[in-house]
């Protein structure tokens, strides 16, 4: 598609809208350059004549019909015809023409090579051209490395981009005539005729490739069905989550109670996710928060659930009919295995063919592995469904990683909720030593007062006392005497009071004010 010659007068214009033109219909007007008639809205196109032959733009062309009522309808690209040079646009992208001035005797011309033919779909060449690109092997060594069931020459990413490119019945019919001689064939048809003389290629890659990856396969499931087993006897026998659900249940009854509600005989696991729904009545707490401060407080044996149920944290994470998928996907593989060596045995025996020892001897291992595998399947999906039923819940409705899943976020959400109620406590309990301390103060200065006033009655006293001793010693001229004139000094009980009350304030400061600091954590 693009710019090419004009057509013969009175002819379509094929290329100058990048195809064919369209099918025959019914008869309608003719168009201006004598071809079909262009839809509403569109204007013929300007032809040009180039002076010399230009290389073609390869652009995926609209075609009239659905240039209608887009961008391209209404544009006038010749309005800008100035801006283009088409001499200098014909100069650098001119054809290249055999020039008359060259020689052209035989001795002079070189070799043109042939194009490659190819008999198979063009797609399909692309794609096993480029794994060809990744193979270090001939062809002839591809081929007889699966026959000889050569895996260290066979890597299973090249298995399974050959299983992609296998030759259909058709292609190497297509392909038979060149079997002798394959001339101009193309390196993808060469391939795929060598590799196709390998008896049930299709079924030997498919075998190799489950062979290859019967292993891990085998690995990855185990676990998986192994885990719901192990989740679905802890989870229904276990007696301590017997107990807990019974709490929630009395719980839930007795708070329904107060709407004249009827008592409930169960509820569905899924309730135990929505307990932090339910806020107390100053939206400060939760249900969760006062199950777990009823288990702390009266059982606390519960907190080990997240322990004894600890399977549930893996089993969650298995989707049952991905598991179920995977099982039967194994099963299948043994059974085309052995469709293959049955299906192989119809043929004439090649000498080097490895296919079917190799096989037989695969089978010998894998098959008891799979018996083994469908068993602890059905094991494991009975006792899920039983689990399911046991708490009121449908197998069909709730898969292992939804009802192992409540259990699961519970658990998590239950030490969390402990851990909140566990601060919360300590919060209450510095609050408390806060406000005892500072009453032991206020204890403490009172006294305090009360011990000073007392000592200041009594020096009162003692003072009064004194006045009287001095008047009588007045009187009786001993004032004058020299034991009379000594000085009075200080008793050391005083200084031992003030100390006292100054530790006391220091200590007391000190208490409250690490007190509050306790509170404000």
């Known amino acids: 598609p693009g710019f090419g010659p004009p057509p013969p007068p009175g002819g379509p214009i094929p290329t100058l809208f990048g195809g064919p033109p369209p099918p025959p219909g019914a008869p309608g007007l003719p168009g201006l350059m004598g071809g079909p008639m262009l839809p509403p809205g569109l204007t013929p196109k300007k032809k040009y004549k180039p002076k010399i032959k230009t290389r073609r733009v390869n652009w995926a062309a609209i075609p009239p019909s659905k240039a209608v009522d887009t961008f391209w309808a209404g544009l006038h690209e010749e309005e800008l015809e100035p801006l283009v040079r088409f001499g200098e646009l014909e100069e650098r992208f001119g054809a290249a023409q055999a020039a008359a001035a060259v020689d052209r005797s035989e001795d002079t011309l070189k070799p043109v090579k042939k194009e490659a033919k190819s008999v198979i779909d063009a797609k399909k060449a692309y794609a096993v051209a480029i794994t060809l690109g990744r193979i270090k092997l001939s062809f002839e060594e591809v081929r007889d490395a699966l026959l000889r069931m050569d895996m260290d020459r066979l890597e299973r990413t090249l298995l399974e981009s050959l299983l992609k490119h296998v030759p259909t019945k058709e292609e190497m019919a297509n392909l038979q005539p060149f079997r002798e001689n394959h001339g101009d064939l193309g390196k993808a048809d060469v391939f795929l005729l060598t590799i196709g003389d390998v008896p049930l290629l299709d079924k030997r890659l498919e075998a190799l490739i489950f062979r290859s990856s019967f292993k891990e396969q085998l690995n990855s499931i185990k676990p998986d069905i192994h ?46 996710t929505q307990l932090r729904n339910t806020k107390t009545s100053d939206n400060k707490s939760t249900l969760l928060h006062y199950i777990a401060e009823v288990i702390a407080d009266r059982s606390p044996e519960l907190f080990r659930l997240r322990d004894e149920l600890a399977s549930t944290s893996d089993a969650c994470k298995v989707v049952l009919s991905n598991t179920r998928a995977e099982v039967a996907q194994l099963t299948k593989g043994v059974e085309n295995v052995k469709s293959a060596i049955t299906a192989l045995d119809k043929l004439v025996p090649n000498p080097i063919d490895r296919f079917k020892p190799e096989m037989e001897a695969f089978l010998d291992d894998a098959d008891p592995e799979v018996s083994t595998i469908v068993s602890l399947e059905n094991q494991m999906v009975t006792k899920f469904e039983e689990l399911s039923r046991f708490y009121g819940s449908d197998p069909k409705e709730t898969g292992p990683e939804e009802l192992f899943g409540y259990v699961t976020t519970f658990l998590t959400e239950l030490r969390v909720a402990n851990e909140e109620n566990e601060k919360e406590r300590e919060k209450r309990r510095r609050e408390a030593e806060r406000l005892r301390l500072e009453e032991e103060a206020e204890r403490k200065k009172r006294d305090r007062k ?21 008047i009588a010693a007045l009187k009786t001229g001993e004032a004058f005497t020299r034991a009379g004139r000594q000085k009075k000094t200080r008793k050391p009980e005083d200084d031992a009071v003030a100390a006292s009350d100054l530790l006391d304030d220091k200590l007391i400061d000190a208490q409250t004010k690490i007190a509050r600091q306790d509170s404000n954590c």
């Open 227 to 272: 885990a719901v087993i192990t989740a679905s006897d802890a989870l229904r026998y276990n007696a301590l989550f017997h107990k807990l659900l019974q709490i929630v249940l009395l719980v839930g009854n007795y708070m329904n109670s107060s709407a004249n509600a009827n008592s409930s005989y169960g509820f569905k696991l899924v309730f135990l």
């Open 450 to 470: 009360h011990r000073r006033r007392t000592i200041i009655i009594d020096k009162d006293n003692e003072q009064k006392g004194v006045m009287d001793d001095l």
